[in-house]
Each structure stands twice: as structure tokens, then as C-alpha cells.
């Protein structure tokens, strides 16, 4: 095996390994607890995402007759190429906006005394025709790009430990 098959070959399996990273993020985003703090970069993150997956997966047929060129047709994969891309885009958009996490409002409700990276909120999404729909959220910040969000319930928290913002600071 010469450098240039190997290069082909490290090649279409670094594609498919993006490809299928691709497709885990979308698929696992819905029970992830770890998200964005920054709702425009979990956007541009996710742009990011849907345009890669038609380029890879033209890539990977381009590829394809690059390992096998005396059994394929340039012409016949360019063209199938474009297809494949196309279709894979409309997938890839059909199943991110299926499980969409999107944030629409969000209201701080309880700030944690003791530990300021801890608060608790209250959120609406955007596709939530009525706005009264929502649910709290318990958000830990992990660094200055994710955060911990897991759902809770404000009925059992602690009022010593948790300061209530709608009413102000008691004890």
C-alpha cells in the first residue's frame, strides 16, 4: 500500500468518524445535560453542524472513487455526489429541528447564597405557542462556555440556601 492509499484511507475514516459525531451530538442533544451558556454560540455551533454534514458526505464520495478509480466514473460520483449532499443537508435539518433544545425566554427565579455559579430559572421556548408554558431549570456554570442544566422543582428547595429574587433577600 503506497503513502497515497493511506492517505485516502485515514482520509474517509477521519469523514466518517465526523459524519457519525454529527449524527451522535444531534441525536444525544436532547438528553445531554450539559449545554451552551451562550445561546449564540450553541446556534453558530449547531450551523456549524448542519452546513459540515453535506460537505462530508461529499467528500466521502468523492473519495470513494478516489480509492476505487478503475471501477468508478469521476463524472458519475460528482454527480451523485451532489444528490447525496443535498439530501443529507434536508436530513440533518429535519432531525435537528425535530429535537430542538431552543431557548426562548428565561427568567432568573433563585440565585444559590453560597455558590453564585448556581441559579435556578424558569424557561419558555420559542416554539411554545402558549408563553406560560415552561419549565424551572437547576443551571450549575462548569466554564465560561457550558453549563449543567437539569430540571427541578422549586417546591423542595432549600430557603436558606437558595435566595428568592422575585421577593428579594430573606432568610
Known amino acids: 500500500m503506497n ?26 442533544a436532547r438528553i445531554n445535560p450539559i449545554e451552551f451558556r451562550d445561546v449564540d454560540l450553541k446556534s453558530e455551533y449547531e450551523l456549524i453542524l448542519m452546513l ?8 466521502l464520495v468523492i473519495l470513494d472513487y478516489l480509492k476505487n478509480q478503475e471501477k ?8 451523485l455526489g451532489i444528490p447525496l449532499s443535498i439530501i443529507s443537508f434536508i436530513i440533518i435539518i429535519l432531525m435537528a429541528q ?17 455558590d453564585k455559579k448556581q441559579r435556578i430559572v424558569y424557561r419558555s421556548s420559542y416554539w ?5 408554558e415552561g419549565e424551572t431549570y437547576h443551571l450549575k456554570t462548569l466554564n465560561k462556555f457550558f453549563q449543567l442544566t ?4 422549586t ?17
Open 150 to 153: 437539569l430540571r427541578t422543582d
Open 3 to 28: 503513502r497515497w492509499e493511506k492517505t485516502l484511507k485515514w482520509l474517509t475514516k477521519i469523514s466518517y468518524g465526523l459524519l457519525l459525531f454529527i449524527l451522535i451530538n444531534i441525536l444525544v
Open 98 to 114: 425535530s429535537i430542538d433544545m431552543s431557548r426562548g425566554s428565561e427568567r432568573v427565579l433563585f440565585e444559590n447564597r453560597f
Open 72 to 79: 468508478r466514473i469521476f463524472t458519475l460520483n460528482f454527480i
Open 52 to 59: 459540515a454534514t453535506p460537505l462530508i458526505v461529499f467528500l
Open 155 to 171: 417546591t423542595e428547595l432549600n430557603p436558606y440556601q437558595w435566595i428568592d429574587l422575585k421577593k428579594g433577600l430573606k432568610n
Open 128 to 132: 411554545d405557542g402558549n408563553r406560560s
